[in-house]
């Protein structure tokens, strides 16, 4: 005899219908998406998300980082619901998949529980959490860090993009600054189904990653300040070349992340220079160094080695340095009651499944530090991902959600 939802499966079509739907929404210029956090794209795709909510009858709030809260009912509404969902923002060239997969696939398990008339004792809550990526206001995992209670909501509020705009009258223009104070909501467990971005499951053929640790993170900003000058008349042993300065420390964080391998990874991917003109050499460069491990000794490591190698670099070269840290969240350990959920779903459902550290960061990390969290991945194509040519099969979408579907389903506990 089937255990209770034994054989539950999501609708499939109805996932990568509303997946493709959501990516016309903010498209990018090479097929992918261009629909960074609070910019009138997102405030467009929020809007094609609550509509669905609506359509599946659920009960929306939205807190005063803009977080969306669309909540499906329980037998017992007394009890602290199931969340369920990732992000709807995205990189500025970006993919189809990184967070919407996660959303649109708790929006899928609600709407199988309606399609199937099954009720649950927990409440179930869809969730889409504001500026997942980071990559127009820095940090990343903004919003579910305020709910985490890591981040100051006043101080983000006042973070600027490249263009000087606030994030809070950005929130506020979009018309999506909710008046729910954040991280009031208690949670009884939080599920994210996400792709891997990387290739370890596409490579080994699997089907499900279990996310049982995330790894942990820095984002160093560094300013480095030399003097412009004409890159022609000026004397090679008289410059002060924010530039070259840059570059060395690159070539740094390469270095040093090279000597821990197989898991510590740095990149600097953010670089401004000034003035930026072909026959100045850069007075000043902005830049910001990402470091990550799944060990916390690593990360502090490389953070110590990188910040002498760049007092070094700048004595040599007579500039002048600031570095500012713009992100952070240590290596997390998910809960092993949900990973268990997770694996037995995979389990159940017969889908190959692997443990796997999360190599990206997650608003799963932060709400990690509040309720019990797991996290589901799928593979994607080539491991790529934060690239417009991301791509996943409609067949991993699907498995991903069935695991999640099983996974929140159990924990919300089936009523019948
Ligand atoms: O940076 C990250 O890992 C995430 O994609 N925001
Ligand atoms: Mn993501
Ligand atoms: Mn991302």
Known sequence: MAAPGENLRINSDRLWDSIMEMAKIGPGIAGGNNRQTVTDEDGEGRHLFKRWCDAAGLDMGVDEMGTMFARREGTDPDLPPVYVGSHLDTQPTGGKYDGVLGVLGGLEVVRSLNDLGIKTKHPIVVTNWTNEEGARFAPAMMASGVFAGVLDQADVYSHVDKDGKKFGEELERIGWKGSEKVGDRKIHAFFELHIEQGPILEDEGIDIGVVTHGQGLKWLQVTLTGKEAHTGSTPMPKRRNAGLGMARVIELVHE???????????????????????NIIAGRTVFTIDIRSPEKEVLDAMDGRIREGIDTICEALDIKYQIEQVGHFDPVTFDAGCVKAVRDAAERLGYSHRNIVSGAGHDACWINRVAPTAMVMCPCVDGLSHNEAEEISKEWAAAGADVLFHAVVETAEIVG
Not at 263 to 278: I, L
């Open 256 to 278: 040093i992340a090279m000597d821990y391998q197989p898991d510590a990874v740095g990149a600097v991917g953010h670089m401004e220079v000034y003035p930026n003109s072909r």
